[in-house]
């Protein structure tokens, strides 16, 4: 995989970085694949004017549901004037980020990885179960994950989404049972 560029080129020949052009971009790519029922889970600009975008849905993604949504894709960004070479529509994969306040309230219960931009307890990163935030989550909701110490003893660490420099599931692999 290719080293990811944030200098984008979209809407002709135009570069920005992190401005309105680029909010404008993601917020097509976000309608159109609610249209479809599909999550926009994140979104990349590589070199050679590769998109890559990165789908999820409740009962999971399948190749058919890449193929529907990169169709889809197409035709928008040419209709919207968004200048790309090639596209990508994949599944988030089992590792799949978290990045909205929505990913963290439908993951409780599951192992996950935390980054934090700033050390916690003398450490930045965590593994552990993310806890039930509550009925209202929103970017200042306080998230919890219980993880174990180096003395293997639980603890609780709370955070909330502004602390976070990543989050990423833990994939949950079972090759001795017939479940697929």
């Known amino acids: 995989m290719g080293r990811s560029v944030r200098t984008l080129m979209l809407f002709g020949n135009a570069y920005t970085r992190g401005g309105f052009r680029v909010q404008a971009a993601q917020s097509v790519i976000e309608t159109a694949l609610l249209g479809l029922g599909y999550e926009l889970v994140d979104h990349e600009w590589s070199t050679g004017g590769l998109l890559r ?12 549901d890449c193929e529907r949504a990169s169709h889809q894709l197409s035709h928008v960004l040419t209709v919207e004037n968004v200048a790309y070479e090639r596209l990508e529509v994949s599944s988030p994969g089992l590792d799949r980020p978290l990045k909205k306040p929505a990913d963290f309230a439908r993951f409780a219960g599951q192992k996950i990885l935390v980054k934090l931009r700033v050390p916690m307890a003398g450490r930045k990163q965590f593994e552990g179960v993310l806890q039930p935030a509550g009925n209202t989550v929103g970017p200042d909701t306080r998230f919890g994950l219980v993880f174990e110490d180096k003395n ?25 049972s017939n479940k697929r």
């Open 152 to 176: 293997a003893v639980e603890k609780l660490l709370e955070f909330t989404l502004s602390e976070v420099d990543k989050a990423r599931l833990v994939p949950q692999l079972d090759f001795r």
């Open 53 to 64: 975008v990165f789908i999820d849905a409740p009962t999971g993604i399948t190749i058919e």
